[in-house]
């Protein structure tokens, strides 16, 4: 019990300390970036990165009013079902951008590297690491999961008043679910930045690897038939028109918590080993 009380303690004087780091033109530039998202979502048609099969359409649909052509409408199955989907997971579209954005801001909430604190090599280094990555990870997915959440959700309203036909394919219950998963992917991924920051520094080289993978991901899962285990992929599923099964939502929240583990567990091993090499110089 003292225990957890001390790291409280400390993730509370983290959180001091890393919000006065953090310029007040990095809260204003969020903002910015997801009001030209909706913007932009607002004024797009067609489809971004998708895969279309049959039964489900993977990948981000900004347009609520997309007519399938007679080819795609018999590969789906069902055009009313289809109609249904579209309309409440169109709003998700943007999240095809989160990680581009995340990348870039989430350095921004970081104040240094490990190894450039005053206890970076101290023995109680450990205990510290995690009270400061807390803190960073709360800080930066506040105000990113924040706008995302915001801006979806401005999207559905306007979407309600835009569309014709809104009061037919409005489902509440489907456009959270969704979100709440996207927002949980959306998570996993700032944690992600946070801890490959916080190992590495602010460089573009260990940050744009992350965002590398996810790119990468794209591109494979437009010719797989599974879900595959990284942000991108479950993101394309989430906001696609594709129905989800509870195995499939379960799946994705597992998945989030092995991702951040693994990113974890490479840069603590990268870290270990790179300190051994330079102890050995």
Same mark, same amino acid.
């Given at each position: 019990?003292?225990g957890v009380? #001390?790291? @409280? ?5 983290f %959180?001091h +300390?890393?919000?006065? !780091? ?5 809260y204003? &530039? ?7 998202m909706?913007?932009?979502?607002l ?9 279309l ?7 981000f ?11 795609d ?5 069902n055009a009313?079902?289809f ?5 409440n997971?169109?709003?998700l ?9 995340a990348s870039?801001?989430?350095p ?11 206890w ?8 510290k ?10 800080l930066s #997915?506040? @105000? ?5 959440? %915001?801006? +979806?959700?401005?999207? !559905? ?6 569309? &014709? ?6 489902n ?8 709440l998963?996207?927002?949980?992917v ?12 916080s190992?590495f ?8 690897m992350l ?5 990468v991901?794209?591109?494979i ?15 394309m ?6 129905p ?8 994705i929240?597992?998945d ?7 990113v ?10 790179r ?7």
């Amino acid at each position: 019990m003292l225990g957890v009380c #001390s790291m @409280a303690r400390q993730i509370k004087r983290f %959180l001091h +300390s890393e919000l006065k !780091y953090v310029s007040k033109w990095t809260y204003a &530039l969020i903002p910015v970036i997801y009001a030209c998202m909706v913007v932009l979502q607002l004024h797009s048609s067609g489809m971004w990165f998708c895969s279309l099969r049959e039964g489900s359409f993977l990948g981000f649909f900004p347009d609520p009013t997309l007519q399938l052509s007679a080819e795609d409408a018999r590969l789906f199955g069902n055009a009313e079902v289809f109609r249904g989907l579209l309309f409440n997971v169109a709003p998700l579209a943007h999240a095809l951008f989160f990680p581009l954005v995340a990348s870039c801001v989430v350095p921004r909430f970081v104040s240094s590297s490990f190894v450039e604190e005053p206890w970076g090599l101290s023995n109680a280094r450990g205990g510290k690491r995690v009270c400061v990555t807390v803190a960073r990870a709360m800080l930066s #997915s506040l @105000a990113l999961l924040g706008a995302f959440v %915001l801006s +979806s959700v401005v999207l !559905y309203c306007l979407n309600c008043a835009i569309v &014709l036909d809104a009061q037919q394919c409005f489902n509440l219950n489907m456009f959270c679910d969704r979100l709440l998963l996207a927002s949980a992917v959306c998570l996993a991924y700032v944690v992600s930045c946070v801890i490959v920051v916080s190992y590495f520094g602010s460089g573009f080289g260990p940050i744009g690897m992350l965002l590398l993978v996810n790119v990468v991901t794209i591109y494979i899962q437009l010719g797989v038939n599974s879900m595959l285990p990284f942000p991108s992929s479950m993101l394309m599923w989430i906001c696609g028109v594709t129905p989800l099964e509870d195995g499939q939502c379960t799946s994705i929240l597992i998945d989030c918590l092995i991702n951040v583990a693994g990113v974890f567990a490479t840069c603590f091993t990268v870290d270990r080993l790179r300190s051994r090499f330079f102890n050995c110089l």
